[in-house]
């Protein structure tokens, strides 16, 4: 990639909120980082970023929540988001796509290797966008 691309990632998990901001800049991705539901919608706002990675389970506001506030939310509801969620819960995506999300990420053991994986989604998601 020859820009920064401005991504959020919204997890209450510090160690993966770092794996991921540590994988994500090594396939030149500027990151932000949330630990939580409100602090997510604030820089979403602030930030604009070119897409969030949002997890699903979290204290308080969970990703469900703030999906649905983002999707509601003038200056937000445009921007992509992909769930971030285990293996779990794949059976309940359909409430995901039903709120407004874009696409989900599988949280795999190797942190490191989803640098790739949301890369290659993102390249993927952005060929399409620019087409429709």
Do not use: C
């Not at 997510?40 to 506001?61: H, N, R, S, T």
Request: aromatic share 10%; proline share 4%.
């Amino acid at each position: 990639m020859s820009k920064w691309i401005p991504v959020l990632v919204v997890d209450d998990d510090e160690l993966i909120r770092e794996a991921l901001k540590r994988s994500l800049q090594l396939y030149g991705f500027k990151v932000y980082l949330a630990e939580n539901g409100r602090t997510g919608l604030q820089l979403a706002l602030e930030k604009k970023p070119a897409f969030i990675l949002l997890d699903w389970m979290m204290p308080g506001v969970d990703g469900l929540e703030v999906l649905a506030e983002l999707k509601h939310t003038e200056g937000t509801e445009y921007i992509p988001v992909f769930m971030l969620t285990g293996k779990g819960m794949m059976g309940d995506l359909n409430q995901a796509f039903d709120i407004g999300a874009d696409g989900y990420i599988t949280k795999p053991a190797d942190v490191d290797e989803l640098g790739r994986i949301i890369r290659n989604k993102w390249e993927k998601y952005d060929k399409t966008a620019a087409v429709g």
